[in-house]
């Protein structure tokens, strides 16, 4: 991943908090759940998107973070990339900038990375199959 500012690292429900959370932790920076819809108390903002095999919602607290924040995006898998997409999607409308994207596994055949450049090419997999 090319430098670049990071001021809230984001975790995609369920395993991404794993990770993600650690990840904050370590480098002394908020973290912020996203989370499937209903999961989450206070006031949230849903982004609802289509999966391969179905459809879906996520959800973030409405005060996740300050506009203009930087938020890199963690979750446990790459596939197609829908997800992270929704997720970016929904950083946006709540006035974030995605700073990138971390990923335990990618499985490359299913062309998420392809998907998710366009948002933003600071990507990492720690394994690619």
């Not at 001021?7 to 995609?12: H, P, W």
């Not at 369920?14 to 370590?26: E, H, N, P, V, Y």
């Not at 998107?49 to 995006?73: K, N, R, W």
Request: glycine letters at 10%.
């Amino acid at each position: 991943m090319k430098h670049t500012d990071i001021d809230v690292i984001a975790g995609v429900e369920s395993r991404g908090f794993l990770f993600g959370l650690m990840l904050a932790t370590k480098l002394c920076l908020p973290f912020v759940p996203i989370r499937k819809a209903g999961k989450l108390p206070f006031t949230i903002r849903q982004k609802a998107y289509e999966l391969e095999y179905g459809s879906a919602t996520i959800e973030m607290h409405i005060d996740a973070f300050e506009p203009g924040a930087h938020v890199l995006i963690h979750d446990d898998l790459l596939a197609t990339g829908g997800t992270v997409l929704a997720a970016s999607e929904l950083i946006h409308e709540m006035g974030g900038t995605v700073a990138g994207f971390a990923f335990v596994v990618g499985l490359g055949f299913l062309n998420g990375v392809e998907r998710i450049k366009p948002v933003n090419d600071n990507i990492i997999i720690l394994a690619d199959y």
